[in-house]
């Protein structure tokens, strides 16, 4: 419809959190992930290489940021540290960390660490995959494409929205293939017309000197210790700068060209929209800048903000908007589906 009113949701952790482990919590299963795998030897990670081995040294990478992700609160808190320090290097590895871990995360079936008190986390999130039914449709020759009209900022590393997109469309449908019917990838500092706009970047993808690839095809195992032997070599390759990570895992506080082509892109997608809707998201001081950046772009346009939390409030968007101007509905409950809007 033409006068269909501009949706954009905006995802802080909480969204994924029937599928991916969210602050504390991350870096308590980065732990686990690694000394499932390295058994006895790994203790309580006091470095970050212990072997020779690509395999053991990716391993172990993640256990020792996920021991730091404890210490400090959360992986971001401890990126600031380095990034204040100006220890580049250990951030390098950091961001190849929390990439990895999070595709490990998601290509593997392993039950102990996808274990959340007494309950199986989701490969998908459900929520995902019931929003997902309702905003695809077809355009033809069995092609897929999300409503123009519905939009994504999303402030996680994970890909549970394109995980979700991609189990509506042909089963043969492979990663090189998916953005030529979803838009989620930046390629340098100009805007984009994006459907999902990362601002903190996404995981399982890297630059070589010329082009962006992948590690998320790399296996067909599930199996926790093949997943990791198979995409092992991107240690090596780091270690002789052969691949970056760095620009496709981003912070708040960065100005790579893939963090400035997020951000271009979430500012267009905020300057038109109608309807906010809010999931998951706890409005952290890191981010303070770029929140208030985004709201500003709503230029008054703006007619309704769903804020979609358990711990929803007015507080936070009491601070970013006119509230003159502006319906704001905090949904406390309801938490087993996102909200959409009828005017979708």
Sequence with gaps: MENSKNITYLLGAGASFNS?????????????????????????????????????????NIGYFGMKAIKYGTIDTYAKKL????????????????SVFFTIWQLTDDF????RGDNYLDDIDRR??????SIIENIGKGNNRIKKNIKFVSWNYDLQLELAFKSFCNDNLIWD???????????????YDLDICHLNGYCGYYKTSNEEQHILDRSKST?????????AFVQKSLRHKAIDFSSHINYAWETSDLAKAARNSAGLIFSQTDIL???????????KEIDK????????RLTKIIFQDPNASMTFINQLVNTNLTEIICMNDRMDSFYLPYEF
């Design 20 to 60: 991916c482990p969210i602050l504390k919590e991350l870096g308590e299963k980065m732990v686990l992930m690694a000394r499932n795998y390295l058994g006895d030897s790994a203790i309580d990670f006091p470095n970050r290489s212990i072997s020779q081995e690509d395999d053991e040294n990716l391993i172990w």
């Design 83 to 98: 990034q204040l320090n100006n220890s580049r290097n250990e951030l390098n590895e950091l961001k190849l960390a929390v």
């Design 112 to 115: 102990e660490i996808k274990f």
């Design 128 to 133: 995902y995959i019931s929003l997902m039914a």
């Design 177 to 191: 293939e998916l953005s030529d019917y979803l838009g989620y990838r930046c390629k340098d500092k100009s805007s």
């Design 223 to 231: 199996e926790l210790g093949a997943i990791i032997k198979e995409i």
């Design 277 to 287: 809707v809010i999931i998951g998201y706890s409005f952290p001081s890191f981010n």
């Design 293 to 300: 950046w985004l709201f500003e772009k709503l230029n008054g």
